[in-house]
């Protein structure tokens, strides 16, 4: 789809330069906001406004709210308080809020300024709620019904006020703010008779979020409910907006990039990584390779420390790599499906004891098809194939015995500190590859000289 | 919440043991289906037919779509035909496609005759598509409009044939089974005036999906669209089903998990981790373990064959697993990244050059960073604190230059292995740390030992 893209912003872009806008136009508004705007991100940067204004008013608000933060900033710049004005009012209060926290404070002074007063205290209204919270990705425009309304009231309502709702299709039935019940417009358009009472109508097992709620599990219970929308309340049950599927599928793919960042030794970042300079790479990966190569000087210190026996047993060296490399995959394994399973919420903290067991017997049958795997290995090709003498099968003993017991403590740390860790209110995927790998290596490389030095001639 | 649920299910399990039929319906009743199919599954097996028989038949078939696949069997066999033709009766087609797809081949053969013979065909039209396409996750009811009718007429159909379509919001307007246009809920809704033709309402610019297109873009579309339901077209572009949001969430999700657990070293497993057996998570971990662990031969035959520079300079020894884990965590941090990027459709293999070079700009950072840090670390803590006397400048800037290289060898192979999968039809999840780990340790051992065999005494 990329390629697609490319190709169309050079069409586009000599179709500019022989000034045929009208023509531009025309092809523009056939296509849906979101490809607009990844076109437009392709096009010179000198020509975005002239290109933005070709578009219709709503296509041009649609096509905004898809583009990329920087584009949006440089188009809000060069607009006029008129034309800010425009775009502003066809938006939807959640995507101005996503706009309004991405600008800088001069550019949300202009845009706060423009809205219309509605929509101003909408905006602020929501932005006094913590980052990542259901109150922080609600929008304020949802429809309310009142219970005592006919089917046809209701449907006159939603005709009357729906075009500026994000969905008309849940309706909330409310008596001072709180509700009551849920009544969809499958329900009204399906109802038997026009005069039946919505209060009669709507379902009333309601599922709400609170404004506080973490977004991840919102949209989880999205997902799980399989709803077009959730109400949010406030402490005192209040309705105070809905979250919509759309922005949960936003927050899932996000969250999930998060956690894969995270899990990967990175700061999580908001760009992409086309539009990520080798600077923004640089900045999210250096804390962890940084912190990570000081602690292996714990694997360096235990190594100095058994430099004799190393140096009376030289071929154990050979073996380190593999020792700690099958160490910190072991580890991984057992982590990166924890902290998975931990951010979908199948698993708590409860679990603890349970997943550990799992853990330990996943282990055992592990660590013992690698030990026999990994003496045959060593006994058929080190010792046969390759003649090496000082390869005896004690040596290979030694090393098994000290890769089943890694193993083991490998998939116990990969388990236990990502449960801990969500415990004491910390991100579990912080836990994952890298920093049990270098736990993993210490380990590994304690066991097998305890090991070598019991059983080896020093 | 999974918390919630089994103190449920004891409060259940209790008025069950008391005969409080009544009171257990009527509790169940007030929940969602999700809920009650998640409190079931932790009740006794033996319990399940009754508890499940006092569910509402509409409710019932509801919990059922959400229950684990082997109750979902178990549930099966102790069935009735007519209680399996009521559940059936009251299922989606996609969804009836989901349960045949996991049970085993006399219970599909007991599903397939109860069905009605319309949603027999439909079930088997739709396993005829390749498992993950959108083929085999659409749903073939929908509803579909004339362009010849009114707004009107258009709002009655919907009335009559909209109590079995999965959603009745998106309407697709054909003729021939080619799609013209789509029409919304809101769009009719909304509509000035109810003789409005629909072929003047409809949007004419519709996107659509072949059936053969995989479900990860097909729920990425979705998203980046925001719509409800994307059409489903067969290559003669007939209209044959669509796919709803909730079922995109669904795929996102499996999608990430799938990605993570590949990427940390395992075969992608479809179980949740609370009901995967040790020998399931066996079974998913040890052919990785295995190939990674005999792959890691290479390592150790580099490091045989140094032996003698090795048995030299003792000292280089304690740098190795600094180096091959500073290396690891290096091209992880590429790999993590780019499979991520290409994962969502951020990244083609056409940037492969870009990419590159932004790695390689990185890993100049990155590696200038960590040798200087390195260094310093070696001078002040090996060196002036721990006074070891092996422990030169030499040494250190030996170790560095290692470093410095392995770092910019890693992030280059972490960014093209996955890109080169991916051109190749391979999932590029499995270029991730594990695999890039084995190559880099071999790279960054063999820098290593020819920096020092060039300046160290040997």
């Given amino acids: 789809m990329a390629e697609n893209n490319f190709s169309l912003a050079a069409t586009l872009q000599s179709m500019l330069e022989a000034k045929k806008y009208t023509s531009i136009r025309d092809v523009l508004v056939t296509m849906n906001p979101a490809d607009v705007a990844s ?3 392709d096009m010179e940067e000198a020509k975005l406004p002239l290109l933005f204004r070709l578009l219709p008013k709503e296509e041009a608000a649609e096509t905004f709210v898809e583009m990329e933060p920087e584009l949006q900033e440089l188009l809000i710049k060069g607009f006029s308080d008129v034309e800010l004005k425009e775009v502003l009012d066809e938006l939807y209060v959640d995507d101005a809020v996503d706009i309004v926290e991405e600008m800088p ?4 002074k202009r845009i706060l300024k423009a809205a219309d007063p509605t929509m101003r205290r909408e905006i602020n209204e929501i932005l006094r709620y913590p980052e990542n ?21 209701a449907i006159l309502r939603i005709r009357r006020t729906g075009v500026d709702k994000e969905t008309i299709y849940t309706c909330y039935v409310t008596k001072d703010r709180k509700i009551l019940g849920i009544v969809t417009v499958k329900d009204l358009l399906l109802a038997p008779d026009d005069e039946m009472l919505i209060s009669d109508l709507m379902t009333t097992n309601v599922i709400s979020v609170n404004t506080s709620t973490d977004q991840e599990e919102v949209a989880q ?3 799980k409910y399989n709803y077009l929308a959730l109400p949010v309340v406030d402490n005192e049950e209040r309705m105070v907006g809905i979250v919509t599927f759309d922005d949960a599928m936003d927050v899932m793919e996000d969250e999930a990039t998060e956690d894969i960042e995270i899990m990967g030794g990175m700061t999580p970042s908001d760009k992409s990584y086309l539009r990520s300079t080798p600077l923004d790479l640089f900045r999210h990966r250096i804390p962890w390779l940084l912190l990570l190569m000081v602690s292996a000087t714990f694997t360096g210190m235990i ?6 026996a190393l140096a009376a047993q030289v071929v154990l060296t050979a073996f380190i790599p593999m020792l700690m490399d099958t160490g910190g995959n072991s580890g991984s394994q057992a982590s990166v499906t924890v902290i998975r399973a931990l951010s979908l919420g199948e698993l708590e903290f409860s679990d603890l004891t349970s997943a550990i067991w799992k853990e330990v017997r996943t282990a055992v049958m592990c660590g013992c098809v690698l030990a026999v795997a990994c003496f045959g290995k060593i006994m058929l090709v080190d010792h046969l194939l390759m003649h090496n003498p000082s390869v005896t099968p004690v ?11 890694t193993v083991l403590a490998a998939k116990v740390i990969g388990c236990l500190l990502p449960m801990l860790a969500k415990k004491i209110g ?4 912080v836990m994952a590859s890298p920093f049990i790998t270098t736990m993993v290596d210490a380990i590994s490389l304690l066991v097998y000289f305890a090991i070598a030095t019991s059983l080896l001639p020093m």
């Fill in 105 to 108: 404070a001069n550019v949300v």
């Fill in 395 to 405: 040596v290979a003993l030694v090393v098994c015995l000290a890769l089943a017991i």
């Fill in 133 to 153: 919270s259901a109150g922080s990705m609600m929008t304020t425009e949802y429809v309310s019904l009142r219970p005592d309304m006919t089917v046809e009231q």
């Fill in 426 to 429: 910390f991100d579990p995927a």
């Fill in 221 to 223: 219970m999205l997902s």
């Fill in 39 to 41: 076109v437009l991100e």
């Fill in 303 to 308: 190594i100095s420390h058994f430099e004799n």
